[in-house]
């Protein structure tokens, strides 16, 4: 088995990296006011330990004691360190190795505080076995610390995340809206209308101009635009249901209700233009296997 030792700068680079401090002043004393009540409620509950006085009440006040160390201790490295060298803590300075410190900081100054607490108020002897509790007591408000901070950075950066999906979803929605949307311009860009391409139902030339159909709200609008046909018809060649059905004319086959022949040849009916449009010879054979397929 390999088992070599991680290299000294891919340690440091851990150790430095950038971590979240998280310096919401009401979130930390929410915080700081959670735990210690907790600590006061285990202690009361649990009595982990063996307090000389017998007396309820003045149980009671000890045990009330070691809930006010953990929240006095919290606050000053939280609340007040934090204002008073708000250089050391900003969040963009502040790394692991920084956050490791602090909370070892905390730990000791926590079970240290407890221990001379215990013995010179609580009157309890100090053993290995009593120094041994203190010393996982004192270490109980560092964990509960690490995990809601961790918590609350795991969920800003899920919700970063999602925010990040949710943007990239409009990206791409905006992206096939688009790519469902024609913007047809005059020649000298002076002018455009932007048509979705299931409503483009006919393009007509007229001279140096074309004329745009497309049904919006239930109602046929038109327009005339400074461009050729051709132009449009390249600017539609990715798309197979426009065909060119003649010189003059350009046709979504979508709105093609019915095609006939006459003495005139072969002509489209548009659902909701009156107007037949005609077929030339030379595109008939290509409008007929479109409609088949």
Not at 161 to 179: C, F, S, V
Request: hydrophobic residues 45%.
């Amino acid at each position: 088995m390999d088992l070599n030792p991680i290299p000294r700068s891919q340690m440091k680079d851990f150790l430095n990296r950038p971590f979240s401090f998280n310096d919401d002043l009401k979130y930390n004393l929410r915080l700081s006011i959670s735990i210690s009540f907790g600590m006061f409620l285990f202690y009361l509950f649990f009595q982990p330990l063996d307090l000389a006085n017998s007396d309820f009440n003045d149980r009671l006040v000890i045990i009330a004691g070691f809930g006010f160390i953990t929240f006095f201790i919290l606050i000053l490295n939280l609340i007040l360190l934090p204002y008073l060298f708000p250089k050391f803590f900003q969040t963009g300075k502040w790394n692991l190795i920084r956050d490791i410190i602090l909370n070892t900081w905390i730990w000791i100054l926590i079970s240290t505080t407890y221990t001379f607490y215990a013995r010179y108020v609580g009157l309890i002897e100090i053993t290995y076995n009593s120094m041994f509790k203190l010393l996982l007591l004192g270490l109980a408000p560092v964990a509960i610390l690490i995990i809601v901070n961790q918590n609350k950075i795991l969920k800003r950066y899920l919700q970063h995340a999602l925010e990040i999906l949710k943007n990239l979803d409009q990206d791409e929605t905006e992206k096939i809206d688009h790519e469902n949307e024609i913007i047809i311009e005059s020649e000298n860009k002076t002018e455009s209308i932007t048509i979705d391409l299931e409503k483009l139902i006919l393009i007509k030339s007229a001279n140096n101009y074309i004329e745009v159909f497309w049904k919006k709200e239930d109602k046929i609008n038109k327009k005339l635009i400074r461009n050729t046909l051709s132009n449009i018809e390249h600017q539609l060649k990715n798309y197979p249901y426009f065909i060119r059905c003649h010189r003059t004319s350009l046709v979504n086959k979508s709105f093609i209700h019915k095609l006939t022949g006459g003495s005139k040849g072969l002509q489209i009916r548009l659902a909701g233009i009156d107007e037949l449009i005609p077929v030339s010879r030379q595109y008939a054979l290509k409008v007929k296997e479109q409609l088949s397929s």
